[in-house]
Nanobody, 125 residues
Framework: VQLVESGGGLVQAGGSLRLSCSAS????????MGWFRQVPGKEREFVAA????????YYADSVKGRFTISRDNAKTTAYLQMNSLKPEDTAVYYC???????????????????WGKGTLVTVSS
């Protein structure tokens, strides 16, 4: 299985971007999906997660109310809608998947079954 992120780019503060994470090789209907981000010199941090059913979501406090995670009905793509972007949101954003777990269990990097290679988001002030 490969996870491929897309949708990153350069945006001004206050703007919006929508990231996508597409899975190839199999459907991910039984996998929780999550987004993490990392800046150079810092650890990869949790951003948002969604349960396998899409019924439950979980967010880092730093993005709550600004970011929305979702997934499509075929369970092959996850999205991260990012609004009211701030310069401190600048990072490489990674998609991850973990089998048979809930959204709230996706907050740590350990235990993920799949990772994407990341997409760069740059927010200018």
């Amino acid at each position: 299985v490969q996870l491929v992120e897309s949708g990153g780019g350069l945006v001004q503060a206050g703007g919006s971007l929508r990231l996508s994470c597409s899975a190839s090789g199999r459907t991910l209907g039984s996998y929780a999906m999550g987004w993490f981000r990392q800046v150079p010199g810092k650890e990869r941090e949790f951003v948002a997660a969604i349960s396998w059913s899409g019924a439950n979501t979980y967010y880092a406090d730093s993005v709550k109310g600004r970011f929305t995670i979702s997934r499509d009905n075929a369970k092959t793509t996850a999205y991260l809608q990012m609004n009211s972007l701030k310069p401190e949101d600048t990072a490489v954003y990674y998609c991850a998947a973990r089998y048979g777990t809930g959204a709230s269990s996706m907050t740590t990097r350990a235990g993920m079954d799949y990772w994407g290679k990341g997409t760069l988001v740059t927010v200018s002030s």
